[in-house]
């Protein structure tokens, strides 16, 4: 039976606000979110991930609401490590397992939760496909998990470094310079 939980984290990147409606099952998380940010132009976002076995994503939709008007991606894995974004393939994402929504902390449990990065020893490096916000682009983002202690996971990309607290259920509750959780 699934887990639900409702998380709020003040977004210090964005200087902004978002929560998320997760529910965790098995090996599986299902989660909308809605953000609201001001840096780096004011915007409203709302998402739905799902993933498959193994907390490997299936498709995040995402719509971005600013000054510039209303933007969507629709973000899907087709479970044999090929993506698409608005149905246009994406061929330097080939491979990658997660994604990961820019200026988003839900989208670090699903690596973490894989591999018990956040309970146990290792060191994993994924390829990512990373969305920016507020744009809504889609890289390919090379990252690496490291567990440095019980609920404790260090993330490096390219220069970028930080050690990110997590909750027993896998869930982001510390990302320095991102994201604090509320409550």
Known sequence: MPT????????????????????????ALRGRGRAVGTDPEPYWITYELDTAGAFVTRRLHVTVESADGVRELDLRHDGAGRWTANDERLPEADGALDCDLGLCPL???MPVLRHAL???PGEREFLMAWVSVPDLAVVASRQTYTH?????VRFVSGDFRRDIEFDEDGFVVDYPGLASRLG
């Open 148 to 152: 440095l202690g019980a609920g404790r």
């Open 118 to 120: 956040h309970r146990g």
């Open 107 to 109: 989208t670090n449990t």
């Open 4 to 27: 639900s939980r409702v998380i709020t984290w003040e977004v210090q990147a964005s200087k902004g606000i978002e929560t998320a409606w997760t529910e965790l099952g098995g090996d």
